[in-house]
């Protein structure tokens, strides 16, 4: 459900908006926040709220894992896009869960008309480390529909 206004959107956004995404702007095109859900050491899976402005998405990456690893993505308010490398982009709307898995090359974000907020749950596995890689091409992003 695409959702333009800020307040209509905090309003569906149950889990809270949280704090701008500093740490890890680099790799965003736009603005994207931070909400964690659980504190790193209190269990061995880390949740948090992602929520990116409208037109917002990251970069190109890949969930590196020897064994397990990976990220699921718990769609929860707004619309968003997720592709891997080499396939159409899905449509993201509240209620649906994207399973990555390890060693898939993809982005993920908001539409260019709507916030966006999905939980990012880190697949727990051995040597695992993210790798940040180019941008969304402009051109291409700003075809999706």
Not at 3 to 25: I, S, T, W
Not at 35 to 61: I, K
Request: charged share 25%.
């Amino acid at each position: 459900m695409r959702v333009e206004d800020k307040n209509e959107f905090d309003k569906q956004n149950v889990f809270g908006l949280g704090k701008e995404n500093d740490a890890f702007a680099k790799y965003f095109i736009g603005n994207s926040y931070l909400n964690p859900l659980t504190q790193p050491g209190e269990s061995t899976v880390f949740l948090a709220n992602v929520t990116f402005e409208p037109g917002c998405r990251n970069n190109w990456h890949i969930h590196h894992a020897k064994s397990g690893g990976g990220q699921l993505l718990i769609c929860t308010a707004g619309s968003g896009w997720y592709q891997e490398e080499g396939k159409e982009a899905v449509s993201l709307e509240p209620g649906m869960v994207i399973t990555i898995p390890p060693e898939v090359k993809h982005w993920h974000g908001a539409k260019a008309d709507s916030w966006f907020s999905h939980i990012a749950v880190e697949v727990p596995g051995t040597e695992t480390g993210n790798e940040w890689l180019e941008e969304v091409d402009e051109e291409a992003y700003g075809n999706l529909e």
